[in-house]
């Protein structure tokens, strides 16, 4: 499979080298949960990293499953959950590949955040089937795209992780047969690495 495999992933864990992690909640999350945008309900944070979403949201009452790639991040999970008590008993964290992966039941939501930017683009076809497998009809992608366009890019260059989420290429892959767009303009959230994401809701047809 082209791009990272998961001793790439494994490594970066172990050694602590994830320079995407902000140490803390992702605003956007927390304004989609203060403006009541999401409320509790079953929901999968797909390449869950350290898991810093999901414990917040298994505060919040929500019903949570963690995936991930690296055994690393998926123990960094556990050990979060561990230390909140009766809310952290509503969540859950696996180790599985994202391509492959398939729950018991589908979800109300889906938040994805880290995971489409990890994935080499020649995958990311069979990733948004996934996407769209994982959900309810009536369900809700709460996504944030990637924006960091790098140099290589003019000459045709797949450059990353993270790779860059065009927002007209995301309107391709997520397509408008089988997802409900809203209109632009789309919230900006800058990342302390230099790169930023456009926060959109997508509701599954």
């Excluded at 391509?99 to 080499?120: G, N």
């Amino acid at each position: 499979m082209a791009g990272p495999d998961l001793a790439f992933w494994q490594q970066r864990f172990e050694a602590g080298q994830t320079p995407w992690d902000r140490g803390g909640v992702n605003p956007q999350l927390l304004a989609w949960l203060d403006a009541g945008a999401l409320e509790p309900c079953r929901i999968l944070v797909p390449g869950c990293g350290s898991g810093h979403e999901v414990l917040e949201l298994a505060r919040r009452g929500f019903d949570v499953v963690a995936l991930d790639f690296a055994p690393a991040a998926v123990q960094r999970v556990h050990e979060g959950l561990a230390g909140l008590g009766e809310a952290g008993a509503r969540a859950s964290a696996v180790c599985a590949d994202a391509l492959q992966w398939q729950p018991d039941a589908p979800f109300d939501a889906v938040y994805e955040q880290t995971c489409l930017c990890s994935i080499y683009p020649d995958h990311w076809v069979r990733y948004a089937q996934q996407l769209h497998d994982w959900l309810k009809p009536g369900g809700r992608l709460f996504a944030l795209f990637v924006q960091v366009l790098r140099p290589g890019a003019a000459e045709g260059f797949i450059q990353g992780p993270p790779y860059h989420c065009d927002i007209h290429g995301m309107r391709a892959l997520l397509d408008a047969d089988r997802w409900q767009w809203p209109k632009p303009r789309y919230p900006r959230v800058e990342q302390p690495s230099g790169a930023a994401e456009l926060a959109v809701v997508l509701q599954r047809r």
